[in-house]
């Protein structure tokens, strides 16, 4: 089975300074990597995902997240973060095809406050 | 022109009532999800339909029932609301592939008083 553990549960920021949210996975069997995003009062949106290929993955709103297969990890970066970019992080995996559960498991989520 | 919409938003009942929320999607998706997001903001699968099939049931109480009339639509109906059931039910859906991004409704926030 797959799990995802995301090590932060909060993580308070300055506006315009760097962040990461890590994101760890336990898995059997290869799996798809997403990091969605939560606004206040709203319901998720796809921030980036990995499939395959290049490790690194560029997402909206200047967001990139790197796949590292020997750590196991997918962690989230921003290198200038905004007041706007305040909200709940999830990060997720979804088994390929040849094994699995075949549903989507998230992390715990991460809030991001970005302070003025 | 909202991707996924869900009925109503806002849910305050009594426990013992039987409630009714409604998902709507018009990405033409072959795949619907319900999810829970309890007060810790955690966030877990219920069940999913492909072409109006049940492919995920998680454990859920029976109390939980859901219903695709058709693939655009994902109903869920909940019997004797119990006071551990408020929570935001989110509803999702996606191509029918598990590398497909899945598109998530508004929420609709269920407390039982």
């Known amino acids: 089975a797959q799990s995802v553990t995301q090590l932060d549960s909060q993580v308070p920021v300055f506006e315009e300074a760097p962040v990461e949210l890590r994101c760890n996975y336990s898995?059997?069997?290869?799996?798809?990597l997403f990091w969605y995003v939560q606004y206040p009062n709203q319901g998720l949106q796809l921030l980036l995902k990995?499939?395959?290929?290049?490790?690194l993955v560029k997402g909206i709103n200047g967001f990139e997240a790197e796949f590292n297969k020997s750590q196991t990890s997918f962690h989230l970066r921003k290198p200038s973060v905004h007041i706007s970019d305040t909200a709940e992080y999830f990060c997720?995996?979804?088994?390929?095809?040849?094994?699995?559960?075949?549903?989507?498991?998230f992390g715990k989520g991460t809030k991001l406050t970005v302070n003025p | 022109d909202t991707a996924v919409s869900q009925t109503p938003k806002y849910l305050v009942t009594q426990m013992g009532n039987d409630k009714s929320i409604k998902c709507e999607q018009n990405?033409?998706?072959?795949?619907m999800y319900w999810y829970k997001q309890d007060s810790k903001k955690f966030l877990k699968i219920m069940f999913s339909?492909?072409?109006?099939?049940?492919?995920i049931n998680e454990t859920v109480p029976n109390r939980f029932s859901p219903k695709s009339p058709d693939k655009a639509h994902l109903n869920l109906h909940i019997n004797s609301l119990e006071l551990g059931d408020s929570a935001v039910y989110f509803c999702?859906?996606?191509?029918?592939?598990?590398?497909?991004?899945?598109?998530f409704g508004p929420g609709t926030r269920l407390l039982v008083l």
């Open positions: 999702a859906s996606s191509q029918d592939a598990l590398q497909e991004t899945q598109y």
């Open positions: 898995s059997s069997v290869s799996v798809y």
């Open positions: 990995y499939l395959s290929g290049s490790t």
């Open positions: 997720a995996v979804n088994p390929h095809p040849q094994g699995g559960s075949e549903k989507l498991v």
């Open positions: 990405l033409g998706h072959d795949t």
């Open positions: 339909y492909n072409n109006k099939e049940l492919i």
